[in-house]
């Protein structure tokens, strides 16, 4: 009886670690990967890394992170992806399909493009799972990804007034499936966003061109892989661009860039990174100069006065005596 206990006790362990009830008890996982988006004074730069982090801690370091979809009238937009690698493939692939039978009406044409995706996606999950709502909803939380759109968008001018064509970027959460616009002129996603966003604080991103905006997206990501493992691999880059634009119509790009230029960037990232380094090291051998300038008179008068100085427990320079030998006591 006791032996019958002990199994059907193991068999519900199993059960309920197969159905979710006890994922909640694990820590969620950080959407593994960078991806940014910079908005510049004619176009909109993409870039990402290649590494993905398996399930079972294997990692790929040529996963293609950046994509571009085209609808059936030729618009065409980006997508970057982040977090699980599995899910947020067949999401892009899906989008891919969509793409073909759509046109761009508005600009929430290829957002709701994605949040559509994503439905069906759940909708096929939620047909294989064997298990309530909330372990559901756990599930989706588990094996999350996020979605990153970019694209210009030119309203038509009913009301007589022009309008200029104007960038949009939107990120969607697999697990929330809404698609979010943002008003800035930067976005990152993944687990090397703060870092990310950290350094782009620091540009004037508005006033890049195409080339410094490109420059600047290299240097971010490849900042972003040296200190956070998370990320690495190779450097994607694509771009969104106003090839051309008049009162009643604009033509617009979505590409992806040449490995060869982006190698010709990380080259040039790499010679200014040492240069910049270089320059680091002479500015803080020039301040401690400067410091002891400004402290070696006041160090040498306490020294002349008492015969030595130590730091007190102030933090502060202060006199010192320094201890006689038995020697020179007994003289």
């Not at 890394?49 to 990692?59: H, L, P, V």
């Not at 064509?165 to 966003?193: D, E, M, Q, W, Y």
Request: proline share 2%.
């Amino acid at each position: 009886m006791q032996n019958e206990i002990n199994n059907l006790a193991e068999k519900r362990f199993d059960l309920e670690t197969w159905s979710g009830r006890r994922l909640q008890k694990k820590k969620r996982r950080s959407p593994v990967t960078i991806v940014l988006a910079i908005v510049c004074r004619n176009a909109i730069i993409m870039a990402g890394d290649s590494r993905t982090t398996k399930e079972d801690g294997t990692i790929r370091d040529d996963t293609k992170k950046i994509h571009t979809v085209h609808l059936s009238d030729r618009f065409g937009f980006l997508i970057g992806q982040s977090g699980n690698d599995d899910l947020g493939t067949q999401a892009i692939e899906t989008i891919s399909e969509l793409a073909k039978q759509a046109t761009i009406k508005d600009y929430r044409a290829c957002a709701e493009l994605a949040e559509k995706s994503i439905s069906l996606l759940k909708q096929k999950i939620r047909g294989q799972f064997q298990g309530t709502s909330e372990e559901l909803q756990r599930h989706f939380e588990n094996h999350d990804f996020d979605l990153m759109l970019v694209h210009y968008y030119k309203e038509e001018a009913r009301d007589g007034k022009i309008r200029m064509a104007r960038p949009f970027i939107f990120t969607i959460r697999f697990s929330l499936g809404i698609a979010r616009p943002h008003h800035k002129n930067f976005v990152s996603i993944g687990c090397g966003s703060p870092i990310a966003d950290f350094i782009l604080d620091g540009f004037t991103v508005s006033d890049f061109d195409f080339s410094q905006a490109m420059a600047a997206a290299v240097y971010v990501v490849e900042q972003v892989k040296t200190f956070d493992p998370r990320c690495g691999g190779r450097t994607q880059i694509a771009t969104s661009e106003k090839f051309f634009e008049d009162k009643d119509a604009a033509v617009f790009s979505a590409m992806l860039v040449d490995e060869k230029l982006v190698d010709d960037f990380l080259s040039a990232v790499k010679e200014v990174g040492a240069e910049f380094r270089a320059h680091q090291h002479r500015m803080m051998k020039g301040i401690m100069e400067k410091v002891n300038r400004f402290t070696s008179p006041r160090i040498e008068k306490i020294k002349a006065e008492s015969g030595g100085i130590h730091l007190g427990l102030d933090g502060s320079i202060q006199p010192f005596k320094p201890l006689k030998s038995d020697s020179q006591k007994t003289d």
